[in-house]
């Protein structure tokens, strides 16, 4: 089966810079992805891994380690707008994903 | 282009009765998901459909859940009958790629169920 763990909470300030880790146990391994859903809406795709390294897109960057089973999205510049649950996704070569069951990231002023 | 659709958007119920949820993904998308979300978890698949083949169905709770996609386009999730421990978000969303690659999955604004 497929299973992951990341923090349910954390909070940081505007301008600060946080980081939102996953581990993972999962056979067939492809891929990790990151979600983020704003109370009441729906998940949105925020990036993906498949190979190891850092992957940047605007003020997110996402991590992939897999001989660690592990990942992280990393958050800067944050926004109040940043506030939303942060979900990480395993992909396996079935096509089949998992969800982890979120961290909910607060901004403060 | 347009998103992912779903209707209604809030379903209220009591235990024993029926509901049936409706899909429409974005076109040309082949692979299109059911997932159940309950409040502070995370989305749980419940169905994986390739165009109309089910590719993974194991975590749907078959003598209750029932769906299909018919056309290899949109799809129907139905509960029948539905339990108090159902009430959760029930979302849809499609990706263009086959079951080979994982690729980005496109989210429906999700349809609220509460069971009474």
């Known amino acids: 089966g497929q299973s992951l763990e990341q923090p349910s909470e954390v909070t940081a300030v505007e301008g600060a810079i946080v980081q939102i880790n996953c581990t993972y146990q999962t056979s067939g391994f492809y891929g990790l992805s990151w979600y983020q859903q704003h109370d009441g809406g729906a998940p949105t795709f925020l990036s993906y891994?498949?190979?190891?390294g850092l992957e940047e897109t605007g003020r997110f960057s996402s991590f992939l380690s897999r001989s660690d089973s592990y990942g992280y999205l990393l958050l800067q510049e944050l926004q109040m707008k940043d506030s939303a649950s942060y979900f990480c996704a395993v992909g396996n070569n079935a096509g089949k994903s998992t969800f982890g069951d979120g961290t909910t990231l607060t901004v403060k002023p | 282009e347009a998103g992912v659709a779903q209707s209604p958007r809030y379903k209220i119920i009591e235990k024993r009765q029926s509901v049936a949820f409706w899909c429409n993904p974005i076109?040309?998308?082949?692979?299109l998901y059911w997932y159940q979300q309950i409040l502070g978890q995370g989305p749980k698949l419940l169905i994986q459909?390739?165009?109309?083949?089910?590719?993974?169905d194991s975590q749907l709770p078959k003598d209750r859940f029932s769906a299909e996609r018919l056309k290899g386009v949109d799809s129907t999730l139905k509960i029948q009958p539905a339990k108090l421990e159902d009430s959760a978000v029930y979302l849809c969303a499609s990706s263009l790629a086959g079951t080979s690659v994982y690729n980005e999955q496109f989210f429906g604004p999700g349809t609220r169920l509460t069971v009474l």
């Open positions: 076109s040309g998308h082949a692979t």
């Open positions: 459909f390739q165009n109309n083949g089910v590719v993974d």
């Open positions: 891994n498949a190979l190891d």
